[in-house]
């Protein structure tokens, strides 16, 4: 437990930053505006830590094309 504890402290700062990025996105849902700006700043942010990530599009999720529905497979 202490292990894990010190790894978050570590991390505080940037975690921070991340949820600070992440509240800031219009994500309102529904209609879900600006979801895939939002999943792209998760999906650069796992890259940085060495996942592989793609965007990809939700089948059938096209139905309103303003708002594509879309995933992150990491």
Excluded at 34 to 53: A, D, K, M, N, Q
Aim: glycine share 8%; hydrophobic share 30%.
């Amino acid at each position: 437990f202490e292990q894990l504890k010190r790894a978050i402290e570590s991390r505080r700062d940037e975690m921070g930053e991340l949820t600070s990025t992440l509240v800031a996105s219009d994500t309102e849902t529904p209609p879900g505006r600006h979801y895939e700006r939002c999943i792209r700043v998760l999906g650069e942010r796992l890259t940085r830590l060495g996942f592989e990530s793609r965007i990809k599009p939700v089948l059938g999720g096209d139905a309103e094309p303003e708002h594509p529905r879309l995933w992150l497979h990491a």
